[in-house]
């Protein structure tokens, strides 16, 4: 069943992931590699792409099904278009990230790993970002934030949102 | 017209984090309106966290400092004697004179901040490949001998004797053998791999291409985390460069010797630090623990002889390797097993944060006082957790422990990765207690019973703890639990959550007794 909502599932898109696995030269022990193309290129892998990855390596839907349900990155559906994410680990908590935790869940208006009904925000708890000396660290897609807070982390969303 | 301005600014990803690029954009663009030929080159960090954005310009031959920059700061910067500015609020004056970096002892770290990462003139200036040269020369068993002579142990945690491990892989008759190296750095509180791939990339290639050599293996692979977008970008265009240099590839400098790099992402999952886990992922599988034996030395990726090493770990071998004295002047530092040196990291609710590379011996104390200059918040130091979510919690009274594997080992702790995490006295212990269990649950790879299930049962019963419901005896039973979780675990997930809980109810049990019971059982001593 296709999980991307109000997109039409069609043979342009499982071209695009077949393309993706062939340029891993169709590779098993590429999978997660695959699989991070795909979220990549489609903003998740829906259960229609997983059959066409299995196919395309010669796997079984159970062996595909089985690595993206086990790595945090993967989603099954789309993620928002700004992904906002929370280091929730110790060194972070040591400078306050618990009490930024709550002031973003009432700002963005979602919970930790749900995305806003509007499609724009979603927000991700994430266990260290490597920047432990200037926490709290966040992540606005992709773009490391130290020493985060409300104000840093709403300045870098509307600036991805400008990009 | 002026002189031309030689200046140097991180693009580390902690400094980017503070706005380095929007530093550097301000600065090409005040240099350009004055007209001065501002040379800027983008580099790792020298670890100085708290100065980032850490902003040097050459004076006489030497770098002189001034950070944390803002743009804002950039025109004044001009303004005053640029680039000899002693008198700007933001010059921390020469920057190897700095304390913090002056008292350290960089050999892992020698060129990181100094030098382009991925300028390789700059690196065989700085000394680069000079190690790679010989090995290229040795045979397998000499280059095997030289690090076994130097005591380098493992940097992941383990602290395997690397030497040891290279041999048994040496030993192994197969068709193919791999060198994988661990950049999974998930442990909070530790930055030191990205630090190294982003500010000096080469020195993990060439420790990589050493290992190939000393070990008969001809591929190699390094697994970086997804969290680490600008060490994956660097790491990538490392490899292809040193493709096209030759210095990868079917002949090696000209060996006869084939070695190559493959990068690989991990995808969100902390349990893929763990060496046996890390290889299901580089297979293309869920990343669940392999039980041992057999270890990978004999047989690791797609079931032939592996070397598994962490970032810090290869990144040392180049050193060791540059001339015949280096292996015994690495060994004469540090303290007993624990020999040359480790980059501690300091981290969390710490003034000066950043990277402290040192022999090993120097105490904890001096790393979190002298260097670190006490808590970020000026609150007092209660506790400090060393190496990581599955390392030890010591009090403030502990601060004295020598950093060695064994010192630390005596106090019921480890070194991990060498982070050190700072907390003030506004922690609770109880409830960081509670979240190694509940991180234990949320990141286990779901292979074995007592990890799966126990740090489900942990979390729950610590929270019946924190709600004060019958707080002895659910003490008991957390106590009870870490003792399956450590026996019969598979790995160190399981097997060393027990650590950081049973650390915090051994030195903090004050903050597992809600108010009600410790008056309590205050009261009952008192009559009795």
Redesign the interface.
């Known amino acids: 069943m296709d999980t991307q909502p109000g997109r039409q599932r069609c043979a342009a898109d499982a071209d695009e992931v077949r393309g993706i696995c062939v340029r891993h030269d169709r590779?098993?022990?590429?999978?997660?590699?695959i699989?991070?193309d795909v979220q990549h290129a489609r903003g998740c892998v829906a259960d229609a792409d997983v059959g066409v990855i299995a196919e395309a390596l010669n796997l079984s839907l159970a062996?595909v099904h089985?690595?993206r349900s086990?790595?945090?990155?993967?989603s099954t559906t789309p993620k928002g278009r700004c992904v906002v994410k929370l280091?929730r680990?110790?060194?972070?908590?040591?400078?306050g990230s618990d009490a930024l935790a709550e002031q973003l869940r009432a700002r963005l208006g979602v919970e930790f790993g749900q995305t806003s009904r509007d499609g724009m925000h979603t927000l991700e708890a994430?266990?260290?970002?490597?920047?432990?000396?200037?926490?709290p660290?966040a992540?606005v897609n992709?773009r490391?934030?130290?020493?985060a807070d409300s104000e840093r982390i709403d300045a870098m969303i509307t600036e991805v949102g400008n990009d | 017209m002026t002189e031309p301005v030689n200046a140097w600014l991180p693009a580390d990803a902690a400094a980017l984090s503070v706005g380095a690029d929007a530093v550097a954009a301000a600065l090409v663009t005040e240099a350009a309106r004055r007209g001065v030929e501002l040379r800027l080159k983008r580099t790792g960090s020298r670890g100085m966290m708290w100065l980032e954005p850490l902003l040097e310009v050459e004076v006489d031959g030497v770098r002189a400092g001034y950070g944390p920059l803002s743009p804002e700061d950039v025109p004044s910067l001009f303004a005053a004697d640029f680039p000899a500015a002693e008198s700007h609020p933001r010059c921390v004056g020469l920057v190897e004179e700095i304390p913090f970096l002056a008292r350290q002892q960089r050999l892992t770290f020698a060129r990181c901040g100094i030098i382009e990462p991925l300028d390789l003139d700059a690196y065989q200036a700085h000394g680069g490949l000079a190690g790679l040269q010989r090995a290229a020369g040795m045979a397998p068993e000499r280059i095997v001998e030289a690090v076994t002579e130097s005591g380098l142990r493992g940097r992941g945690g383990a602290g395997f004797p690397a030497g040891i491990k290279w041999r048994t892989v040496l030993e192994q008759a197969a068709d193919r053998k791999y060198v994988c190296c661990n950049a999974d750095e998930g442990d909070s509180g530790t930055f030191a791999d990205r630090m190294l791939i982003e500010g000096d990339p080469f020195t993990l290639l060439e420790g990589m291409v050493i290992a190939g050599f000393a070990t008969g293996a001809s591929e190699g692979l390094v697994y970086v985390r997804s969290e680490y977008p600008h060490a994956i970008a660097t790491l990538r265009r490392a490899i292809e460069l040193w493709r096209d240099k030759g210095l990868l590839g079917a002949d090696v400098l000209g060996s006869g010797r084939a070695f190559d790099i493959t990068l690989r992402r991990g995808a969100g999952a902390y349990i893929c630090g763990e060496e046996s886990s890390m290889l299901e992922s580089l297979e293309g599988r869920r990343g669940e623990v392999r039980v041992r034996p057999p270890i990978p030395a004999i047989s690791g990726l797609f079931a032939r002889p592996t070397v598994v090493n962490n970032v810090l770990t290869l990144a040392t071998v180049p050193l060791l390797l540059a001339d015949a004295a280096a292996p015994t002047r690495y060994a004469a530092l540090g303290e007993g097993r624990s020999t040359g040196t480790q980059p501690f990291q300091l981290a969390g609710n710490i003034r000066r944060g950043g990277l402290v590379e040192r022999a090993f011996g120097i105490t904890l104390r001096e790393l979190i006082e002298d260097f670190g200059g006490g808590t970020l918040s000026g609150r007092p130091v209660r506790a400090v957790q060393v190496g990581g979510p599955l390392g030890a919690w010591l009090p403030a009274s502990s601060l004295d422990v020598a950093m060695t594997y064994e010192a630390l080992a005596g106090v019921d702790a480890m070194l991990g990765h060498g982070g050190i995490v700072v907390f003030d006295d506004s922690v609770d212990m109880a409830r960081m207690a509670e979240f190694a269990m509940a991180f234990c649950a949320e990141e286990s790879c779901g292979k074995c019973t007592p990890c799966r299930i126990g740090a489900v049962r942990g979390a729950e019963t610590l929270q019946k703890v924190r709600r004060g419901e019958h707080v002895a005896d659910n003490i008991r039973l957390v106590e009870d639990l870490c003792e399956v979780m450590t026996d019969g675990s598979l790995c160190a997930m399981g097997g060393l959550t027990p650590m950081p809980v049973l650390s915090a109810l051994k030195h903090f049990p004050e903050d597992f007794a809600p108010a009600d019971d410790a008056r309590t059982h205050h009261a009952a001593q008192v009559t009795s």
Not at chain 1, 27 to 33: Q, S, T
Not at chain 1, 89 to 95: G, H, I, K
Not at chain 1, 144 to 147: F, K, P, T, V
């Open positions: 590779r098993a022990d590429a999978l997660i590699e699989l991070i062996e089985g690595v086990f790595y945090a990155d993967f280091c680990a110790e060194a972070c908590q040591s400078v994430v266990y260290c970002l490597g920047n432990c000396a200037l926490g660290a992540m992709g490391l934030i130290g020493r």
